[in-house]
C-alpha cells in the first residue's frame, strides 16, 4: 500500500528557514509527480509546488517562487520542501501528494490529479 509521510515542520520566527521532507513508500517512484499544498485555517489546500521524479521537471506558485526549493533524491524515494524567508502568511499544515502522471506547472497544483496524500506537518511562522 502506498504511504507518504510528511516530516520536518514546527515553530520558526519570521525570516527563519525550514526543510519539509516527504517520504513515499508502496508506489514506484520514478511514476509519480509528488506536490507540496498548504492549507491554512478556513482557507483552501493551495498547491505551490511540484517536481517530477522522472525527468525533474518543477513549478512553484507565485507566493512561494525564489523562496522555496523543491528537490527529490530518488534513491531515499524523498522529496524534499526546502523554505527559506519564512512568512507568517506562510503558516499552514503542508501535505505532499503522490499523483501517477506526468504534471506540468497547469496541473500540478488540481486535487484531483492527485492519488496519495500524506497526513499532514504544521508549520507556524511567528511574527
Known amino acids: 500500500e502506498a504511504q507518504l509521510v510528511e516530516s520536518g515542520g514546527g515553530l520558526v520566527q519570521t525570516g527563519g528557514s525550514l526543510r519539509l521532507s516527504c517520504a513515499a513508500s508502496g508506489l514506484v517512484f520514478d511514476d509519480y509527480s509528488i506536490g507540496w499544498f498548504r492549507q491554512a485555517p478556513g482557507k483552501e489546500r493551495e498547491g505551490i509546488s511540484y517536481i517530477s521524479p522522472f525527468d525533474g521537471n518543477t513549478a512553484y506558485a507565485d507566493s512561494v517562487k525564489g523562496r522555496f526549493t523543491i528537490s527529490s533524491d530518488n534513491a531515499e524515494h524523498t522529496v524534499y520542501l526546502q523554505m527559506n524567508n519564512l512568512k507568517p502568511e506562510d503558516t499552514a499544515i503542508y501535505y505532499c501528494?503522490?499523483?501517477?502522471?506526468?504534471?506540468?506547472?497547469?496541473?500540478?497544483?488540481?486535487?484531483?490529479?492527485?492519488?496519495?496524500w500524506g497526513q499532514g506537518t504544521q508549520v507556524t511562522v511567528s511574527s
Open positions: 501528494g503522490a499523483a501517477e502522471a506526468v504534471l506540468d506547472s497547469f496541473d500540478y497544483d488540481r486535487h484531483d490529479e492527485y492519488d496519495y
